[in-house]
């Protein structure tokens, strides 16, 4: 069943849920980027590993977090054309989570691959380093960097009450780009995790959200009579 919400559900960021969604939506992305490669691409599903170590009282425990990603590369020599990245909590939440992220971002780079980053997590500090200023104020973001213009960012955007964007997923610089449905896709997830029977729309999701956001969920979530 599809979510209560137009976009992305913040109710999602919850740590015993999160890395479900995650899968099924870089999975669901998969999907929907193979018809739009051509013969000379192939696309493989490739995951970024790490552990996390928090202290608890006079013990220290230990999160495994494995992260799926997705890479197209050239078919003809393997070379690593673009990367389609999903932000987690851990990343934008925890020392060991960011540097993971930035550090697997650096070996992109180095492979001289374009990157696109979607960022669906309200919690944490922000992984782009890019000025906001003068641009429009959004909750959600898609960034596309292009291996041709490393310092140019193509930015795509959503607020919490908004449908997510579509965007334009580059390839080789000779091939036109290839156009994905975020939001197609996080609904899509959302269905196939079954999502709506886990989560207790009852309470207030578990990340930061302003008064104004907080009270738009709630009234949305009278009106599907989620929350009584």
Same mark, same amino acid.
């Given at each position: 069943?599809?979510?209560?919400?137009?976009?992305?559900?913040?109710? +999602?960021?919850?740590?015993?849920?999160? %890395?479900?969604f995650?899968?099924?939506?870089?999975?669901?992305?998969?999907?929907?980027?193979?018809?739009g490669?051509?013969?000379?691409?192939?696309?493989? +599903?490739a995951?970024?590993?790490?552990?996390?170590? !928090?202290?608890?009282?006079?013990?220290?425990?230990?999160?495994?977090?494995?992260?799926?990603?997705l890479?197209?590369?050239?078919?003809?020599?393997?070379?690593?054309? /673009?990367?389609?990245?999903?932000?987690?909590?851990?990343?934008?939440?925890?020392? @060991?989570?960011? !540097?993971?992220y $930035?550090?697997?971002?650096?070996?992109?780079?180095?492979?001289?691959?374009? $990157?696109?980053?979607?960022?669906?997590?309200?919690?944490?500090? %922000?992984?782009q380093?890019?000025?906001?200023?003068? +641009?429009?104020?959004?909750?959600?973001?898609? @960034?596309?960097?292009?291996?041709?213009?490393?310092?140019?960012?193509?930015?795509?955007?959503?607020?919490?009450?908004?449908?997510?964007?579509?965007?334009?997923?580059?390839?080789?610089?000779?091939?036109?780009?290839?156009v994905?449905?975020?939001?197609?896709?996080?609904?899509?997830?959302?269905?196939?995790?079954?999502?709506?029977?886990?989560?207790?729309?009852?309470?207030?999701?578990? /990340?930061?959200?302003s008064?104004?956001?907080?009270?738009?969920?709630?009234?949305?979530?009278?009106?599907?009579?989620?929350?009584?």
């Amino acid at each position: 069943m599809p979510s209560p919400f137009p976009g992305m559900d913040p109710y +999602l960021e919850e740590e015993k849920l999160w %890395p479900l969604f995650h899968t099924h939506l870089v999975h669901s992305l998969y999907q929907r980027l193979l018809p739009g490669l051509m013969d000379r691409y192939r696309a493989r +599903l490739a995951e970024r590993h790490y552990v996390v170590e !928090q202290a608890l009282f006079t013990s220290v425990v230990r999160e495994e977090h494995r992260e799926p990603y997705l890479e197209v590369r050239q078919r003809a020599d393997g070379r690593l054309i /673009t990367v389609v990245d999903v932000i987690s909590p851990a990343n934008k939440g925890t020392v @060991t989570g960011r !540097q993971a992220y $930035l550090n697997k971002r650096q070996d992109f780079r180095q492979h001289n691959a374009s $990157l696109v980053e979607i960022d669906l997590v309200l919690q944490g500090q %922000p992984l782009q380093d890019y000025s906001r200023d003068g +641009l429009p104020d959004w909750d959600y973001a898609v @960034t596309v960097t292009r291996s041709v213009q490393p310092d140019r960012y193509e930015i795509y955007t959503a607020t919490v009450d908004k449908r997510l964007p579509r965007f334009r997923l580059p390839l080789a610089s000779d091939d036109r780009d290839t156009v994905l449905d975020l939001q197609d896709a996080v609904a899509r997830s959302f269905d196939q995790g079954d999502f709506l029977k886990q989560i207790d729309y009852r309470r207030d999701p578990l /990340t930061k959200l302003s008064a104004g956001q907080r009270k738009w969920l709630g009234d949305k979530l009278h009106e599907q009579k989620l929350r009584q």
